[in-house]
């Protein structure tokens, strides 16, 4: 039987993927970091969850990033996410993907690599604004791998593939690791990738883990609701977030 460890997968964190995943609710969080505004938004299925006993639930997270003023967004570049310790996710026995594998590739050589290992899909937008020239943006993939387990700690891979202005493979890497903090059970941290050498930033992402209701992406719920906790969302113009989330659930049996 897989060894069950918090949660790891709705971090699954990209960028503002990682961001992004603590707000999973029926409508828009909007949180607003000085001129910098995140409106995330995201829900889960089923809805009852047993009490005491973790059954597989599917995360669908979206959000957008946009300035008050209209300038080009800072970009992201880390993450630290703690989520509630009445979440789990079953990953030992899992296929693993390396970040060799992933770098410098297109999404289905991505795919043909480590197929066995994804463990969520979506899509992302990236906005590029290089001195003296009109900003643009592209969309592409995201692709989620596990990248296994080692020293207690759990790494994902995202694996995005944009034209930024070139076709370009960027990956982020999250690390997830055990902690006891009252309400929390897990904590993660992401890095960012520089995107267009600086020169762009994650502006959308929509993406969904745990599509077919395997295993590995579980909660439970005792007392109706999860929690979530941003202790760190730091941008490249030196804007830092945080916040904290409390989002609802039914218990059964």
């Known amino acids: 039987m897989r060894k069950r460890l918090t949660w790891t997968v709705v971090l699954a964190a990209f960028a503002a993927v990682a961001f992004a995943a603590v707000a999973i609710a029926?409508?828009?969080?909007i949180i607003r970091m000085g001129n910098l505004?995140?409106?995330?938004?995201?829900?889960?299925?089923?809805?009852?969850?047993?009490k005491t006993k973790l059954s597989p639930v599917k995360l669908n997270v979206s959000g957008n990033l946009k300035t008050a003023d209209g300038t080009h967004p800072?970009?992201?570049?880390?993450v630290v996410v703690d989520f509630d310790k009445n979440a789990a996710n079953d990953v030992s026995g899992l296929p693993v993907c390396t970040q060799a594998k992933l770098?410098?590739?297109?999404?289905?050589t991505a795919k043909k690599q480590c197929g066995p290992s994804i463990v969520g899909e979506g899509s992302t937008e990236v906005k590029v604004e290089f001195p003296e020239q009109k900003p643009f943006s592209a969309r592409g993939p995201l692709v989620f791998f596990n990248g296994g387990k080692k020293g207690g700690k759990i790494t994902l891979?995202?694996?995005?593939?944009?034209a930024v202005p070139a076709p370009t493979a960027l990956i982020?890497?999250?690390?997830?690791?055990?902690?006891r903090s009252g309400r929390y059970g897990l904590h993660t941290v992401s890095k960012i990738?520089?995107?267009?050498?600086g020169s762009g930033s994650v502006i959308s992402f929509d993406f969904t883990v745990n599509k077919k209701l395997d295993d590995y992406a579980q909660a439970k719920c005792p007392d109706g609701h999860l929690n979530a906790r941003?202790?760190?969302?730091?941008?490249?113009?030196?804007?830092?977030?945080s916040g904290t989330f409390v989002r609802s659930c039914t218990p059964k049996g």
Do not use: C, M, W
């Not at 029926?26 to 969080?29: D, G, L, R, V, Y």
């Not at 770098?103 to 289905?108: L, W």
């Not at 982020?172 to 902690?179: A, D, L, R």
């Not at 941003?230 to 977030?241: E, I, P, R, S």
């Open 37 to 50: 505004i995140l409106t995330v938004n995201g829900d889960f299925a089923p809805k009852k969850l047993f």
């Open 157 to 162: 891979f995202i694996h995005a593939y944009v």
């Open 172 to 179: 982020t890497t999250t690390t997830i690791s055990k902690q």
């Open 26 to 29: 029926a409508k828009p969080t």
């Open 103 to 108: 770098v410098a590739t297109d999404t289905k």
């Open 230 to 241: 941003v202790t760190k969302a730091l941008f490249d113009d030196g804007t830092n977030g």
């Open 193 to 197: 990738p520089v995107i267009a050498g």
């Open 74 to 78: 800072a970009a992201l570049r880390e």
